[in-house]
T-cell receptor, first 111, second 110 residues
Framework: NAGVTQTPKFQVLKTGQSMTLQCAQD?????MYWYRQDPGMGLRLIYY???????DKGEVPNGYNVSRLNKREFSLRLESAAPSQTSVYFC??????????FGSGTRLTVV | RKEVEQDPGPFNVPEGATVAFNCTYS??????FFWYRQDCRKEPKLLMS???SGNEDGRFTAQLNRASQYISLLIRDSKLSDSATYLC???????????FGTGTRLKVLA
């Protein structure tokens, strides 16, 4: 039972480069989320998808786009990376009122 | 006021001690509450849900106080392996979103 799988685990980008973070879950959860975690800031919601076909902005959406490809997959795209996007990114999925299952995270450094 | 607030700690306690953390939340309509554990450089993992009547799982007890809008986590007989950051999570009422506290760091000392 894989749960939530994120790729890649590590990435270094140059300022201005683009990349897509991939996330897939095999738990048949309707809702999926992208968070970033920075020291002293806690987990902040970037985007979420309550169900297949819908996406909504979270607390810190600027500089990101998302795609809910199907029920299993929810990708996060950085179109033009900036040093301020250096962070640890977590994908998560959930059923209503149960709480989240997280992926193992992507450590992104933008230089 | 932050939506979810936690004392960042660290709480340094000896093995075998009992330690308790509180977490306050601002939205009185919140319905779902959780404690997560996060080890260094790892993803958060669900420790336990928090029910209105309080609930216990082994050495861990979670309680909800709706009147004062806080949840608590009590750890008895602390183990070295309990050293981690404990995140309080509260749902935004009427949404699928959960709000995370910044976490309370626990260090259990030998």
């Amino acid at each position: 039972n894989a749960g939530v799988t994120q790729t890649p685990k590590f990435q270094v980008l140059k300022t201005g480069q683009s990349m897509t973070l991939q996330c897939a879950q095999d738990m048949n959860h309707n809702s999926m989320y992208w968070y970033r975690q920075d020291p002293g800031m806690g987990l902040r919601l970037i985007y979420y998808s309550a169900s297949e076909g819908t996406t909504d902005k979270g607390e810190v959406p600027n500089g990101y786009n998302v795609s809910r490809l199907n029920k299993r997959e929810f990708s996060l795209r950085l179109e033009s990376a900036a040093p301020s996007q250096t962070s640890v990114y977590f994908c998560a999925s959930s059923t209503a009122n149960y709480g989240y299952t997280f992926g193992s995270g992507t450590r992104l450094t933008v230089v | 006021r932050k939506e979810v607030e936690q004392d960042p700690g660290p709480f340094n306690v000896p093995e075998g001690a009992t330690v308790a953390f509180n977490c306050t939340y601002s939205n009185s309509a919140s319905q779902s509450f959780f404690w997560y554990r996060q080890d260094c450089r790892k993803e958060p993992k669900l420790l336990m849900s928090v029910y209105s009547s309080g609930n216990e799982d082994g050495r861990f007890t979670a309680q909800l106080n709706r009147a004062s809008q806080y949840i608590s986590l009590l750890i008895r007989d602390s183990k070295l392996s309990d050293s981690a950051t404990y995140l309080c999570v509260v749902n935004g009422a009427g949404t699928y979103k959960y709000i995370f506290g910044t976490g309370t760091r626990l260090k259990v000392l030998a």
